[in-house]
């Protein structure tokens, strides 16, 4: 059958440069390891050039996968899962990384950015560090392969799988009808995604990852060439570029949680979240053991370590998010499409390069020198360093009891509380960190003066001691470790803005460590005042029991807001306005206001939570929030009634049937619903005939006007084998209850539940949280942002300094 409307050209002219992607990189991988292997420039040339004609192969896939998702080419698979006709244009890119190979695309794409600017900039370590380079890219490439090999798999390729080819699709009618594409559309993006931070969280996140492999590269380069010092001035820049970019998607996926999502918080330790900051972490300490390894010596060992297992992190992040072994543990991991066998050679084949490679050289890389002083900067850089390891390591043996479980055949439960666990063990860490930033800068290398060193911290050690105490009185935080850790990060931002002003002289163009410290130690404080001072605002108010709607709802938690209605919430009082639609978004408008002393009500703000509506993937819920110098006022709705009734007083709806005994309470739309009592009544009761057999049901309604209505249907047994209901209606309450069915069994009867069209009034229950004080977090993040560029531009200009030599 030929088929109409298909574009096959954008496919077949993807996969050329799929292809081409695969082969320039495994090219300039062999040719990079020839010129260092044998010394020969010749090679070195080869392998630029076809980096450089791999590194137009891969923008080659890049806008060719846009122009697709752009033009709605359905007849691709990737574009059909990923886009439809709904979706508003600027959720393109994130229709472009949402699935797998769009992913790898990004990975590899950032690769190639910061590859031909390594080139560019880095003629002297070109060549053992971009075979490395080029060898990860080999293996990205063939991520995206799609063909087979024995049977086996390799890569998924977005160009080459048709929707009707698919065996899933394939023996639909549609697909019968060479015109199928005029009527199909695509299944959508997943309605999470479709927010501005997914648009910029992605792409800084990925630049992340990708930029971690610089270092490694330098590491493998160092280590392969026996240059096991030299390679550390010049990867310096690089490292704290990572740290910094790495870091910044991190943060960026909290802001995302905290403007998108409903749990109410910007970190849940979720498994995915986790994978992304274990490298982090590590990579943090890496950086600081290679300026201490750069200025002393004597860690050469421990810095390659963790230099080498920030990136084989990355990879194995990879592999817990793709392979599907987290499907059950994390809202955000992938499904697996058959690539967990290649994942896996991804992560053993740089694992074992990196072990050997130190097994081969691990006599020059070990400590001469016993130890260190204990009151010298580099003790404790070390110290330091190794907190941040073991953290890394707990968060890593957590997240990983999916895969332990599969590969030991174990049966492990994961945290049942994961902010609970992760929180019990982190926060003692974070200490010891934060304490150490507080007094390290102070320190000197070799031997210091105990006393001039004291003299240098007592004074931020006493400031720290008396608005610790003070914060923890005002906010009455109780918690001891709370408490240390508010300590522990205060003193690290007051040492560091003592260690600023004393030793710096207030010279920003030098203090760019110094000025990340403070943003780190403000990030730390927002994030432990903001979390632990907390406070749901939405008690219910109202005299509706909102725990009738299902075991997720609490009287504590959330408060039911009728259409007009004014109730107090908090230090305010809220009113619920209605909803409007705008495209697939329902915004429900709410009020809020301060009481004066006069009784009046004086409007201080408004916020429009949404539900995002997706038929095929659920509604979600999104929050809105209202920003303050010292706190935010979170809102989002939990429960509402999302499509409006139609006006047609004159009939009832289909009548809801509810099993109830004696004493149930049922929470309607409309109101609540009680069955008091059943009973048997007398034939003179009810005015039916002679031998009839009749039950009633005493209802009590009460409207959300907080009337109460009673009904009575009654169910009649008439000849023994005929039973009919009689309905009870009020016209007032705009409700009809029919008697359908008495359950001998458990004394249970069912009631039908109806009620007039056009008559149901609007309601929403919503969940209203107060953060105080969490600009200090975002605060925190600007400060450690600024100072990591600023010492990023102080390494650059120092090694161009040294090259002009």
Known sequence: MEYVGEHLLPGKLGHFFVILSFCTSLLAAVGYYLAVAKKNSDWKFLARYSFYLHSLAVIGIVSTLFYMLANQMYEYHYVWKHSNNEMPMRYIFSCFW??????????????????????????EWEAPVMATFSSVQVFLSSMLLGIYILEHKIGSNPFTILVREDPEFAHLPLFTMPDYLENLDGRGLNPLLQNYWMTIHPPTLFLGFASTLIPFAFAIAGLWTKKFNEWIKPALPWTFFSIMILGTGILMGGAWAYEALSFGGFWAWDPVENA???????LVGAGHLMLLQKNRGNVGLAMFGLVLISFVLILYSTFLTRSGVLGETSVHAFTDLGMSGQLLLYLVFYLALSIVLVAVNFKSLRSTQVEEPFWSREFWMFTGAL????????????????VINKIFSLNLAPPTNAIEHYNSWQIPFGIVVLIIIGFGQHLRYKNNNFKQFLNGVFTALIASLVLSIAIGLALKIKQPFHLFFMFASLFAVIGNIAYFIKILKGKVAKAGSTIAHIGFGLMMLGALISMSSQENISTNTSKFDVAQLGEAFSNAENILLMKGDTLQMGDYHVSYLGKEREGVNIYFIIDYFLKNDDGTYQHAFQLKPRVQTN?????????DTRHFLSKDIYTHVTWAILEEEKDDPNEYDEPEIQNLKSGDTVYLKQGIFVLDSIRRLSVDESELRANDIVVGAKIH?????????????LWVLRDTNSTFSIPAENEKANIRVTFDKINPSDGSVDLGISFKKGKQQDFIVMQATQFPFINVLWLGCIVMIIGTIIAIYSRVKLNSKSRAK
Not at 615 to 623: D, L
Not at 701 to 713: A, G, H, S, V
Request: net charge negative.
């Open 615 to 623: 038929p095929r993937m659920g509604n979600v819920a999104e929050p």
């Open 387 to 402: 907190v941040l390891f073991i953290s890394a390591f707990q968060i890593t043996f957590s997240t990983s009891i999916p």
């Open 98 to 123: 949402e699935g797998q190979e769009g992913s790898f695309l990004l990975w590899s794409f950032w690769h190639v950015v910061l590859g031909l600017i390594f080139i560019w900039r880095e003629k």
């Open 276 to 282: 992304s900051l274990v490298p982090w972490l590590t």
């Open 701 to 713: 309604f009460w409207n959300f006007d907080t009337e109460e209505f009673i009904l009575e249907p």
